[in-house]
């Protein structure tokens, strides 16, 4: 008895309308990225686990998919860790490689590699599939694509700015002004500092894992969290009090200044916050000059992204009732590891996956006839077959999507088939059609009948 077939949990096929819904996202965030001056580059599915080991932190090494060696990959596997049960131990002997879980690191080693044939500030852009052992729900799965933008070898906030703006861009474009969305930004600089102003610095980065996760699990959850890590209840009211820093204005702009100014004074004695203030202030006062489109951006000071390369500016994206669709931030030294030492990067990434399950929700999507078969010929035997076969490369030189039934069977079937497939114009030729030169082309959409040269099918067709 055969198994059923299926796909891993966390992984989707995609059906021809469905691959023309993605690829129009792709389309538009391409066509946004080449408008700023990026250039594509595409690097392997799979790296050295090296590579990735320990870039974005323990919750990001948690997520990778490891590769086992080929052949006999136990024969060299370490004994001892085999005994003790020890995976972390066991996995460095049979598994060098794994599958990559974001286009950063990646592009980091890329560049250390290719950095004589670079010209830097380098702006690049990536759409890829990447690949993460996280637990399937709704947006969120194990295979997906993102596309990236990044801009690395420059420190300028400028970057930032054009960040934004190609946010505010790709969705104005997506969303036709139809769905509200929130660009929140932060500044890892000010986590810093808040950190250091309740005098837990040396429990960063386990403090920032457990802010990040605010939105999904709720603040009594986030601060058991914290409790749990060692923090006392003076240091986790003084730090929930000022990542709840108070609202100003309803203009957006200058309540996120408002916002940051009132941070200013309560970790005004903190380098590295007041770094991040001013960085951000910058950014702000240059978005507000500029304008968006359709962009809602918010200073938002428990936005943590929990990938632990990011240093500066921290973007993400979100609409209601879906996770974050489109995050970034700021990276000051992840070329570090690879040998390339004070290369300050910054990007973005839409998650694409996440995107089209909003537009398709949301009604967003254009109609897609362009992308399935215009015109079929129908099939009533060898010598109509032969006749038509001219003209269907006409069609197709003339860069119309056609196609001939195959096989010479009933017309019901014929008309049938172009009916699923959702055909515009069915062209019938039979021994008067051969006769006379005008083919008898039946409308699909209303059922009408009209006599037309090739040329008038042409014509009609790309009209």
Same mark, same amino acid.
């Given at each position: 008895?055969?198994?059923?077939?299926?796909?891993?949990?966390?992984?989707?096929?995609?059906?021809?309308?469905?691959?023309?819904?993605?690829?129009?996202?792709?389309?538009?965030?391409?066509?946004?990225?080449?408008?700023?001056? @990026?250039?594509?580059?595409?690097?392997?599915?799979?790296?050295?686990?090296?590579?990735?080991?320990?870039?974005?932190?323990?919750?990001?090494?948690?997520?990778?998919?490891?590769?086992?060696?080929?052949?006999?990959?136990?024969?060299?596997?370490?004994?001892?860790?085999?005994?003790?049960?020890?995976?972390?131990?066991?996995?460095?002997?049979?598994?060098?490689?794994?599958?990559?879980?974001?286009?950063?690191?990646?592009?980091?080693?890329?560049?250390?590699? +290719?950095?004589?044939?670079?010209?830097?500030?380098?702006?690049?852009?990536?759409?890829?599939?990447?690949?993460?052992?996280?637990?399937?729900?709704?947006?969120?799965?194990?295979?997906?694509?993102?596309?990236?933008?990044?801009?690395?070898?420059?420190?300028?906030?400028?970057?930032?700015?054009?960040?934004?703006?190609?946010?505010?861009?790709?969705?104005?474009?997506?969303?036709?002004?139809?769905?509200?969305?929130?660009?929140?930004?932060?500044?890892?600089?000010?986590?810093?500092?808040?950190?250091?102003?309740?005098?837990?610095?040396?429990? @960063?980065?386990?403090?920032?894992?457990?802010?990040?996760?605010?939105?999904?699990?709720?603040?009594?959850?986030?601060?058991?969290?914290?409790?749990?890590?060692?923090?006392?209840?003076?240091?986790?009211?003084?730090?929930?009090?000022?990542?709840?820093?108070?609202?100003?204005?309803?203009?957006?702009?200058?309540?996120?200044?408002?916002?940051?100014?009132?941070?200013? $004074?309560?970790?005004? +004695?903190?380098?590295?916050?007041?770094?991040?203030?001013?960085?951000?202030?910058?950014?702000?006062?240059?978005?507000?000059?500029?304008?968006?489109?359709?962009?809602? *951006?918010?200073?938002?000071?428990?936005?943590?992204?929990?990938?632990?390369?990011?240093?500066?500016?921290?973007?993400?994206?979100?609409?209601?009732? @879906?996770?974050?669709?489109?995050?970034?931030?700021?990276?000051?030294?992840?070329?570090?590891? @690879?040998?390339?030492? +004070? *290369?300050?990067?910054?990007?973005?990434?839409?998650?694409?996956?996440?995107?089209?399950?909003?537009?398709?929700?949301?009604?967003?999507?254009?109609?897609?006839?362009?992308?399935?078969?215009?015109?079929?010929?129908?099939?009533?035997?060898?010598?109509?077959?032969?006749?038509?076969?001219?003209?269907?490369?006409?069609?197709?030189?003339?860069?119309?999507?056609?196609?001939?039934?195959?096989?010479?069977?009933?017309?019901?079937?014929?008309?049938?088939?172009?009916?699923?497939?959702?055909?515009?114009?069915?062209?019938?030729?039979?021994?008067?059609?051969?006769?006379?030169?005008?083919?008898?082309?039946?409308?699909?959409?209303?059922?009408? $009948?009209?006599?037309?040269?090739?040329?008038?099918?042409?014509?009609?067709?790309?009209?």
């Amino acid at each position: 008895m055969s198994n059923k077939p299926s796909i891993p949990k966390g992984t989707r096929d995609f059906s021809p309308i469905e691959m023309a819904r993605r690829n129009y996202i792709f389309d538009v965030i391409k066509k946004t990225y080449k408008k700023y001056g @990026f250039q594509q580059i595409e690097t392997p599915a799979m790296e050295n686990l090296s590579t990735l080991v320990g870039t974005g932190g323990d919750e990001s090494d948690k997520l990778i998919f490891k590769i086992l060696n080929s052949g006999d990959y136990l024969a060299k596997a370490d004994e001892k860790a085999l005994q003790e049960k020890n995976a972390n131990g066991l996995t460095k002997s049979i598994a060098e490689k794994a599958l990559h879980y974001d286009l950063t690191v990646p592009f980091a080693r890329y560049v250390v590699q +290719n950095q004589n044939d670079i010209t830097f500030p380098f702006r690049r852009f990536q759409i890829q599939p990447v690949w993460r052992a996280d637990r399937p729900q709704r947006g969120r799965y194990r295979e997906f694509y993102q596309c990236d933008a990044d801009i690395i070898g420059s420190d300028s906030l400028l970057n930032e700015v054009d960040l934004i703006k190609i946010i505010d861009d790709v969705f104005t474009e997506l969303f036709q002004g139809k769905l509200n969305y929130t660009v929140s930004v932060n500044n890892r600089k000010i986590l810093q500092g808040i950190v250091e102003s309740v005098g837990e610095q040396d429990k @960063f980065e386990q403090i920032v894992v457990a802010i990040d996760k605010l939105d999904k699990i709720g603040i009594e959850k986030v601060i058991k969290e914290l409790n749990d890590i060692g923090l006392s209840e003076k240091s986790v009211l003084s730090l929930m009090d000022l990542l709840a820093v108070t609202k100003g204005s309803s203009n957006l702009y200058e309540m996120a200044l408002t916002q940051l100014e009132f941070l200013s $004074q309560k970790i005004n +004695n903190t380098i590295n916050g007041q770094k991040g203030i001013e960085e951000l202030e910058f950014v702000f006062e240059k978005i507000q000059q500029l304008g968006l489109k359709t962009a809602h *951006v918010k200073f938002d000071p428990t936005l943590a992204r929990g990938l632990g390369y990011y240093t500066g500016t921290i973007i993400e994206v979100k609409v209601a009732n @879906f996770p974050s669709i489109c995050g970034g931030g700021r990276y000051d030294d992840l070329t570090g590891k @690879f040998g390339l030492k +004070n *290369v300050s990067g910054v990007g973005i990434s839409f998650g694409a996956d996440r995107i089209y399950d909003v537009l398709l929700d949301n009604n967003l999507y254009p109609e897609f006839k362009g992308d399935s078969t215009q015109v079929l010929f129908v099939n009533f035997g060898e010598k109509e077959q032969d006749y038509c076969l001219p003209l269907l490369f006409q069609l197709r030189d003339a860069g119309i999507n056609a196609e001939i039934y195959p096989d010479k069977v009933k017309l019901q079937k014929q008309m049938t088939f172009a009916n699923n497939k959702a055909i515009n114009y069915v062209v019938i030729v039979g021994s008067d059609e051969m006769e006379t030169g005008k083919l008898t082309v039946k409308n699909m959409e209303t059922g009408t $009948q009209e006599a037309l040269t090739i040329s008038e099918l042409i014509e009609k067709c790309i009209n």
